[in-house]
């Protein structure tokens, strides 16, 4: 495996003021030989306050064992705002499509995992990559910017009433417009430009609500977008991988931490589930 820690606005503009002396890092897990894979994108969640080691390579490792290249960014936080650590993804998946050949990586194969708030950072790069807002920033090219694939971790969604009002706060500032906080709520910029979607979430959540996940489904089915969602009966926030890596003894819970298993199969019927959309499609319309 090969491993480095990229500084992914290099030769790029990148506004240091906010946070003096950091930058925002792809730490790569590429798998060896030369046979062409899928790459994971992971975010991991903090309340776009910090990043959570414990989202970060416990999850990578996990979905480079199941034979996929992987990723994780450490994006811009407060007092970094919007959109900031948006354009940072944007940034990552460039820079991982102008590599794929190097790096033996299917461009069309490239998802994007969130946790928590790093969800909610997932979700926003999956309904806002074709904007111009975002693609006319130097460094990031409209065609790369978009993800095949996305999976949600007991995500922050909306800011409605079930928001984690600590990550919106932290994105946007604690007076943003109205106008702002709809634009972040990614259950109401939602279209078929969205790629297919695995979530999971637990109805036990106390920090964000199970109907953040529940919301983005909806208007997923609205937009005919496919997803899988799974909501586990027991649980609190921040689970990660649920076993032992990330995990105290009394918290473990095999059942929940099935949710790996579940997103790897998804990832692989991908290609037979566009197939069969899209022959749905031209079933409805004859």
């Known amino acids: 495996m090969v491993c480095n820690r990229i500084d992914i606005w290099s030769g790029h503009p990148y506004d240091e003021r906010p946070q003096p002396g950091f930058r925002p890092v792809l730490d790569t897990y590429l798998l060896d030989g030369a046979k062409k894979r899928g790459a994971v994108l992971v975010l991991p969640g903090g309340g776009y306050s910090f990043t959570s080691d414990r989202e970060g390579e416990p999850i990578a490792t996990r979905f480079a064992a199941a034979g996929h290249h992987a990723f994780v960014l450490w994006y811009s936080v407060a007092p970094h705002r919007h959109p900031q650590p948006i354009a940072d993804v944007a940034r990552a998946l460039c820079v991982i499509r102008e590599n794929a050949s190097a790096w033996n990586i299917d461009p069309d194969k490239i998802a994007v995992i969130g946790f928590s708030a790093g969800g909610h950072l997932a979700s926003s ?51 943003a417009p109205q106008e702002a906080l709809t634009l972040m709520s990614s259950e109401k910029q939602v279209g078929a430009h969205v790629p297919p979607t695995f979530l999971w ?23 005919g977008v496919p997803f899988e969602l799974h909501v586990y009966p027991d649980g609190f926030h921040g689970l990660s991988t649920v076993d032992a890596e990330t995990c105290t003894p009394d918290v473990i819970d095999p059942h929940v931490g099935g949710w790996m298993k579940l997103a790897v199969e998804w990832l692989e019927r991908l290609p037979h589930m566009a197939a069969a959309a899209a022959g749905e499609g031209e079933a409805h319309a004859v």
């Open 201 to 223: 979430h637990t109805f036990a959540d106390g920090l964000v609500p199970v109907e953040n996940s529940l919301l983005f489904a909806q208007a997923l089915r609205k937009a």
């Open 125 to 175: 790069i999956a309904v806002h990559w074709d904007k111009e807002w975002l693609t006319g920033i130097p460094g990031i090219r409209a065609e790369w910017t978009k993800p095949n694939a996305l999976l949600l971790s007991y995500p922050v969604i909306s800011s409605g009433p079930f928001a984690h009002r600590g990550s919106f706060d932290c994105l946007l500032g604690g007076d």
